[in-house]
C-alpha cells in the first residue's frame, strides 16, 4: 500500500477502513519535555523550561510540538495549555506546579443551583483561552500554511460533567446527582454550551480535530445509569455540534477508568475517536463497538510508559495493535496523558511501533 499523510491516515480509520499503517496519537502535556534544552533533561529536576513558562508562552509551546513531530512522526498534534482553561474564566483558582499539571483548587460555585450566577467565558479575552488560540494559530501557519503538512492539530475542551465536576466540586457533583438532578442537568448543559463555544474558537484558529476528555464521567465514579441520564445528553450534544461545524472527523473523545459497563453507551455519543484508558480490555471494545467508531489507546502511561523499560513498551503496543488493529478503526496512545517524566527512550519506542507493527496487511 502507498504511504499516505497524516491526514488522509487518520481519515481512513475514522472511517473504519484500512490505511497503510496504524496512525498514533501525539503525547500530550509530555510535549514539555520538547521546550528549549528540555529533552536533555526528562526525568531530572532542573529544567531549562519549567511548565508555567510552557503554557504561558505559545511560542515556546508551538515550538517544541514542531520539535516533537519531527523527532516521533506522530499524526496529532495535541494542543492542551490547560484542563482548566475554561474553568478559570468562570471562577475556579488553580495551582501550577513548576513541574507538574496545574490544578483546580478554588470551585467557582458552591450550590449546584448556583450555575446561573456563571461567567459565560470570552474566548477572546479569558484567561489562557488566549493562549490556547495563539498556540493553535501558530501550529496552523507553520504545519499546515508553510510546511503543507496535513497533520491534525488537536484542540482540547473538557468535556461537560467534568468541567462541571471542576466548577462544583466533584463530591459535591456526585451528591447534586442524587439530590438535585434538574439542576446537575442544567449545570451541565450549561459546560456544554461553552465547550462548544471554545471548540469552535480553536477550529477557527486551525484546529482540524478537539479533544474532549471527560474522566469525571469515569465508571470508577459514576454507575452507567447515571453517565446515561447526566453526562450521555450533554457529551452527545456537544460531539454534534463540533463536527456539524467542522466535519466528520473532528471529536475525539476520552474517557478514563474502566468503562466496559458502558461501552455501547459510550459509541453513542457519536464521536470521530473514541479513546478508552488501559483499565479497557482494547479487544472486548473492538469486538462490542468497533464496527461503530474508532478506538484509539490504550498503553497503560504509569506501568509501561513512565516505569517500565522499551521492550515493555513494544510488547505492550504490539498487543494494543493486535487487539483493535485488524480491519483498520484504530489509533494508536497511551491510556490517558503520558506522565510528564516518561524515559525519553520509552517515548521513542513507542512512535517506533506504527512502522514496525502497525503496517497494513497486519503481521502481528
Not at 100 to 124: H, S, Y
Not at 232 to 256: G, L, T, V
Not at 315 to 329: L, R
Request: proline share 7%; with cysteine.
Amino acid at each position: 500500500m502507498d504511504e499516505m499523510s497524516h491526514a488522509e491516515r487518520i481519515k481512513k480509520v475514522i472511517d473504519l477502513e484500512e490505511p497503510d499503517m496504524v496512525p498514533s496519537f501525539g503525547p500530550c502535556s509530555w510535549g514539555a519535555n520538547m521546550a528549549w534544552d528540555n529533552v536533555n533533561r526528562v526525568g531530572k529536576p532542573e529544567k531549562d523550561v519549567y511548565f508555567p513558562k510552557f503554557v504561558h508562552n505559545p511560542d515556546i509551546y508551538a515550538d517544541a510540538w514542531v520539535k516533537a513531530l519531527d523527532r516521533f512522526g506522530f499524526d496529532f498534534v495535541h494542543v492542551l495549555v490547560g484542563s482548566n482553561v475554561l474553568a478559570l474564566p468562570m471562577g475556579c483558582k488553580e495551582a501550577e506546579p513548576p513541574w507538574g499539571i496545574p490544578q483546580v483548587v478554588g470551585e467557582a460555585i458552591e450550590k449546584v443551583e448556583d450555575w446561573k450566577n456563571l461567567k459565560f467565558p470570552n474566548m477572546d479575552t479569558d484567561g489562557k483561552i488566549p493562549v490556547q488560540l495563539s498556540a493553535i494559530r501558530l501550529l496552523d501557519k507553520e504545519l499546515h500554511e508553510r510546511r503543507g503538512d496535513d497533520v491534525f492539530i488537536t484542540g482540547t475542551v473538557i468535556a461537560p460533567l467534568t468541567l462541571a465536576g471542576f466548577l462544583l466540586g466533584v463530591e459535591p457533583l456526585m451528591f447534586a446527582m442524587i439530590e438535585k438532578p434538574d439542576e446537575t442537568k442544567e449545570l451541565v448543559e450549561f459546560c456544554a454550551d461553552a465547550g462548544i463555544e471554545c471548540a469552535k474558537a480553536q477550529i477557527d484558529a486551525g484546529a482540524d480535530h478537539i479533544f474532549t476528555p471527560d474522566p469525571t464521567a469515569s465508571g470508577d465514579l459514576i454507575p452507567a445509569d447515571f453517565y446515561e441520564q447526566l453526562a450521555f445528553p450533554a457529551a452527545k450534544r456537544q460531539s454534534e455540534a463540533i463536527r456539524k461545524y467542522k466535519d466528520k472527523y473532528s471529536h475525539h473523545y476520552h474517557i478514563c477508568g474502566n468503562t466496559a459497563d458502558r461501552l455501547e453507551i459510550l459509541a453513542g455519543v457519536g464521536m470521530s475517536v473514541l479513546s478508552l484508558d488501559n483499565q479497557v480490555s482494547l479487544k472486548e471494545a473492538k469486538e462490542r463497538i468497533g464496527d461503530k467508531v474508532c478506538l484509539c489507546g490504550n498503553v497503560n502511561p504509569a506501568d509501561t510508559l513512565f516505569m517500565g523499560t522499551p521492550e515493555k513498551v513494544e510488547a505492550e503496543s504490539k498487543q494494543c495493535i493486535a487487539d483493535a488493529g485488524p480491519g483498520g478503526g484504530f489509533i494508536l496512545w497511551s491510556g490517558c496523558d503520558f506522565p510528564l517524566d516518561c524515559p525519553l527512550e520509552n517515548v521513542e519506542r513507542f512512535y517506533e511501533m506504527p512502522k514496525k507493527y502497525g503496517k497494513y496487511p497486519l503481521q502481528v
